[in-house]
């Protein structure tokens, strides 16, 4: 048996490869299916067998289209009320494929129909956990709604138990998510691969004997979400489309121009320096490539389905573009250009300050307000002294509840202070951005304190 991982940093995901040097089975694959189409060729290895461990709230799934375009069975729990055809597997069930034998084993919990499935050739064991088992961690509980949340906390407390003891010490495990995911909870790692043997002594949902505080605390710690989530599984409910990957054609500078007037969403793909001292006025700041969580901000943060255009180098708006219809948006508009002067003459452009902590020391006048745009379990733990807290995810809805004066904007690590700069800009705010890594603010001298309420709506 081979395991070839197929990874989506930009979500913190991944897809498996599961083959027999003959054919293979694909786990919960991402909906731009030629990377997998790929290992497969290489791998020299026909897909037959395609599977689903649940039905995916953070991107649209390529499983129907990668089942289709190969004639592939389509594993799906034969208890989701899916509108195509399928497979239908359910607990305990086996299916043979080439020299592998998968076993579903039922594993609610991140979702109430979630299955894992427990791979082998006779020797070796895999198990593709999906959301239940993470390294180090479980996935999430809270998806379907806070009258779900504490059944599917303690159902995945059991789950994850009855998945080690049925998969055994030596098996390799294979999560879907919790590498960055936002479908991950708790004290997940960043270890790429592991063992249910580790798990039994790393991973607290196992090494915790008492279910009621294991699922007290996980609860606790559940924070913010994308908001998109909520039109993934309706549509992966019915099917995605294949993704169209291809770039658009440029946008002409008149075009450009009259989409910024009328106030339509432009967003710029350059370094988050380069924006901050050049940009088109109207544009704003979502960087491309710099380890930001690109489509996941984005789709969280804009309003969903209105229009967009992207601008930037061609590299990136080709990866923007692939990254955007794993969540939905599909074919954006393009200008391609990183001189905003050159990609619209006519229009105006626009800049801000950046600074560091030592100009929040030095130089920031006292009536001028710090604007922290990280989630409030993050503002909750630690933050600047005075500070105020308005979420990004939370920020064009509660423009309103932001002080007047000029705002000092911050994050964890510069990134989303930068979308967030941007956004008050384009509202008409006067805006400095701080762009430095907020665990460096006490070392340079800045003021902490802990445990303060976040700023209230009006």
């Known amino acids: 048996m081979d395991v070839v991982v197929i990874e989506t940093p930009q979500l913190g995901d991944r897809s498996y490869l599961v083959h027999d040097g003959r054919v293979g089975l694909v786990v919960d694959a991402q909906r731009d299916t030629d990377r997998i189409e790929e290992a497969a060729r290489k791998a020299g290895v026909q897909i037959t067998h395609v599977a689903e461990t649940h039905v995916h709230n953070d991107y649209l799934t390529g499983g129907l289209i990668l089942a289709r375009a190969h004639g592939a069975k389509y594993l799906v729990n034969a208890a989701d009320p899916v509108g195509y055809e399928r497979e239908p597997v359910a607990d305990g069930q086996e299916v043979q494929i080439g020299g592998l034998i998968l076993r579903a084993v039922a594993t609610p919990g991140h979702t109430h129909t979630h299955l894992s499935y427990i791979v082998t050739d006779g020797r070796a064991r895999a198990v593709f956990s999906g959301g239940s088992l993470l390294f180090g961690s479980v996935g999430r509980t809270d998806l379907l709604g806070p009258g779900d949340t504490p059944g599917l906390t303690r159902d995945q407390y059991a789950s994850v138990h009855r998945l080690a003891e049925e998969a055994g010490p030596d098996a390799a495990l294979y999560p879907t998510h919790g590498f960055g995911s936002f479908c991950s909870i708790g004290p997940a790692t960043r270890a790429d691969a592991s063992t249910i043997a580790e798990q039994r002594t790393a991973n607290h949902a196992l090494t915790d004997p008492d279910p009621e505080h294991f699922a007290a605390e996980l609860m606790a710690n559940l924070s913010a979400y994308p908001s998109y989530y909520a039109h993934m599984a309706p549509i992966n409910m019915t099917g995605p489309?294949?993704?169209?990957?291809?770039l658009p054609e440029s946008l002409g500078a008149e075009e450009l121009t009259d989409r910024l007037a009328r106030g339509e969403w432009v967003v710029d793909l350059r370094h988050r320096m380069l924006f901050a001292s050049n940009h088109l006025?109207?544009?704003?700041?979502?960087?491309?490539?710099?380890?930001?969580?690109f489509s996941s901000y984005l789709g969280w943060v804009l309003p969903w389905g209105e229009k967009l255009t992207l601008v930037g180098d061609r590299e990136d708006l080709q990866n923007a573009v692939r990254d955007l219809s794993r969540?939905?948006?599909?074919?954006?508009?393009?200008?391609?250009?990183?001189?905003?002067?050159e990609l619209a003459?006519?229009?105006p452009v626009a800049s801000y300050p950046r600074?560091?902590?030592p100009a929040v020391v030095h130089e920031k006048p006292d009536g001028d307000i710090i604007l922290d745009v990280r989630r409030e379990d993050e503002f909750t733990k630690s933050h600047l002294a005075g500070a105020i807290n308005v979420p990004l995810h939370e920020l064009l809805d509660r423009l309103g509840d932001l002080p007047d004066g000029r705002l000092w904007v911050h994050c964890a690590s510069g990134y989303r202070a930068g979308v967030a700069a941007s956004l008050l800009q384009r509202a008409g705010r006067d805006v400095v951005?701080?762009?430095?890594?907020?665990?460096?603010?006490?070392?340079a001298?800045?003021?902490?304190?802990m445990q303060m309420q976040p700023l209230q709506r009006r």
């Open 445 to 449: 001298g800045v003021a902490l304190q």
């Open 345 to 347: 003459p006519r229009a």
């Open 241 to 246: 489309e294949p993704a169209d990957l291809s």
């Open 355 to 357: 600074a560091g902590w």
């Open 281 to 293: 006025q109207g544009t704003v700041s979502f960087e491309y490539g710099s380890g930001g969580s």
């Open 433 to 443: 951005q701080i762009d430095a890594r907020f665990r460096d603010a006490a070392a």
């Open 327 to 341: 969540i939905g948006i599909d074919r954006p508009d393009a200008a391609v250009g990183t001189e905003p002067r």
